[in-house]
C-alpha cells in the first residue's frame, strides 16, 4: 500500500506565509511526479504545482511568484511554500503524486486526504 500525508495547514491572516508537507510511504519503487492540488467551497479541484522527477515545475497563474514547490526525492516529500496570501487561496489542498509501487512496478495516481488552508482578510 502506499499513502500520502499532509500536514502544515490552518489559519492565516492575508499576506501571511505557510508551508504544506506531504510525505508518501509504502511500497514506494520510484515516484514520477508530484503536485498540490486545491478545492474551494463550491468549486472544482484545481492544479496549484507540479514537480517532475526531472525537476521541472509547473505553477497555476494565481500563484506564480507567491508559492515555490520542492521535492526531496530521499524522504519521498513535496512541499508548498505559500507567501503573501490571500483570502481567496482558502481551499483544501490535496497532495498528488505518480508512484510506482514496489509490487507492481506500474505506475498510479495517489491523493492525500487534504489539509485546510484558510486565510482571513
Known amino acids: 500500500q502506499v499513502q500520502l500525508v499532509e500536514s502544515g495547514g490552518g489559519l492565516v491572516q492575508a499576506g501571511g506565509s505557510l508551508r504544506l508537507s506531504c510525505a508518501a510511504s509504502g511500497s514506494i519503487f520510484s515516484i514520477n511526479s508530484m503536485g498540490w492540488y486545491r478545492q474551494a467551497p463550491g468549486k472544482q479541484r484545481e492544479l496549484v504545482a507540479t514537480?517532475?522527477?526531472?525537476?521541472?515545475?509547473n505553477y497555476a497563474d494565481s500563484v506564480k511568484g507567491r508559492f515555490s514547490i520542492s521535492r526531496e526525492d530521499a524522504k519521498n516529500t513535496v512541499c508548498l511554500q505559500m507567501n503573501s496570501l490571500k483570502p481567496e487561496d482558502t481551499a483544501v489542498y490535496y497532495c498528488n503524486a505518480n508512484i510506482i509501487a514496489s509490487w507492481t512496478y506500474i505506475a498510479m495516481v495517489h491523493w492525500g486526504k487534504g489539509t485546510l488552508v484558510t486565510v482571513s482578510s
Open positions: 514537480i517532475t522527477s526531472g525537476g521541472t515545475i
